[in-house]
């Protein structure tokens, strides 16, 4: 890379962040997650509108390609896995055991529902979908497999600032996001690996059992093992700066264990992140240090990118995204109110934790970025999913404190 691409990658990065710290302080300050605002610094200064009135500035600062642009986009990538990292954090394997049946039942109905009404939407509206005979089946994995996620940082900060967070319904929206994020997730590698760019077809079962015995490895002996190695060498090394640089090592192996797997390298950060869930508490500062920089660089980097690659005029289409967010409400809502009552939740409670597990917020778009990369979808249906998402996000906070009033208990 040369002095001028150096140059050209540090403006960009330079006129992003600034951006996306307007917009993101203004979505704060009206009630909407910062992400908003960063996607909206994207389509400020992205093809949407400023490429729009002046193209050639635009071309200019941004480029289609070229080293600079390759390097951001590589940038934004990296950054990602930590964010990925730290967000996993939130699902705990203990919990969800002790929840049980509860758990179990929102979890898996929760999932599956969304998932098999996100697949049928597709096939029952190809024309509003805009896919062919040759990419549906693909096209309806991966909505099913967007549909199916639930977004646990944005729910754990809306029950933070609801109180709820501790309590019985917010210890159960959250160990419930457990399925719903291994479902997604591994259904995505194994569709990645049949439909993506260095597809494989015909081994999808043979990537499924992989996706497995990796979980079941990585979750088995690494919850037990990552977390006793940290505890080992913190006091070998200097702190904190050596428990993250041991902490992003391990993410980026695994994430490119997972990636030479044919898999998506957010899936081996994500399951590093898990191993930790239940000894966050150990590693508070750590992992507090490795947020706080990736949601200050990293993370906004990539959702400000995801707004200079995409032209939101021109790919927004009113009949797919209303579908893509009436089957995503419906989905999630039903599937979860329906777990909740054959566990012997109160209607009030089932609706409510439905209600709060409806955000797909950062790990839904996180998904349909992977998937447009890839290409597994097209524009209109990636900003489609990205309306969604915003949209089910903005949603929870609210319908949570509309259904619940004050705190309502669960009957675990």
């Not at 990585?218 to 041991?246: D, H, M, N, Y």
Request: one cysteine or more; charged letters at 10%; a positive charge.
């Amino acid at each position: 890379m040369t002095p001028q691409n150096w140059s050209d990658l540090a403006l960009q990065l330079g006129l992003m962040l600034l951006a996306a710290m307007l917009l993101g302080n203004l979505a704060r300050k009206v009630g909407m997650p910062p992400v908003v605002g960063e996607l909206m610094a994207g389509v400020l200064i992205g093809p949407t509108i400023l490429g729009r009135f002046a193209p050639d500035v635009m071309n200019q600062l941004f480029p289609v390609d070229g080293p600079a642009t390759a390097a951001r986009n590589a940038f934004a990538r990296t950054g990602m896995l930590t964010f990925i990292l730290t967000i996993a954090l939130d699902i705990s394997l203990r919990e969800f055991r002790r929840l049980g049946r509860t758990a179990l039942a929102v979890g898996v109905l929760g999932t599956f529902v969304p998932l098999l009404l996100g697949t049928a939407m597709v096939y029952g509206f190809p024309q509003v979908m805009q896919v062919t005979d040759a990419n549906k089946f693909p096209v309806a994995v991966m909505m099913g497999s967007i549909l199916s996620l639930s977004a646990n940082p944005v729910i754990a900060r809306i029950l933070v600032d609801m109180g709820m967070l501790n309590s019985e319904t917010g210890k159960l929206i959250m160990s419930a996001t457990l399925v719903d994020d291994l479902v997604g997730w591994s259904i995505f590698a194994v569709l990645l690996n049949e439909f993506g760019p260095q597809a494989r077809p015909g081994t999808g079962s043979a990537v499924f059992f992989q996706v497995v015995v990796l979980m079941v490895g990585v979750l088995g002996l690494g919850r037990w093992l990552l977390p006793k190695a940290l505890e080992w060498l913190q006091p070998r090394i200097p702190q904190p700066t050596g428990s993250i640089t041991f902490l992003l090592a391990i993410t980026f192996l695994l994430a490119s264990v997972t990636e030479r797997m044919g898999l998506h390298s957010f899936l081996g950060a994500f399951l590093v992140g898990i191993c930790f869930a239940d000894s966050k508490e150990k590693f508070k500062e750590v992992f507090a240090n490795i947020a706080t920089f990736s949601y200050a660089l990293f993370t906004t980097v990539f959702f400000v990118s995801m707004g200079i690659g995409t032209d939101f005029v021109s790919g927004f289409d009113l009949p797919m995204a209303a579908l893509v967010t009436f089957t995503a409400f419906f989905g999630k809502i039903l599937g979860v109110y329906w777990g909740g009552r054959l566990a012997g939740m109160t209607p009030r409670s089932a609706f409510a934790v439905g209600c709060g597990l409806n955000a797909r917020g950062i790990l839904g778009i996180v998904m349909a970025a992977a998937a447009y990369d890839a290409k597994l979808i097209e524009t209109k249906l990636f900003v489609a999913c990205l309306v969604m998402c915003m949209l089910t996000t903005m949603a929870a906070g609210p319908a949570l404190r509309w259904t619940l009033g004050q705190p309502a208990e669960v009957k675990a």
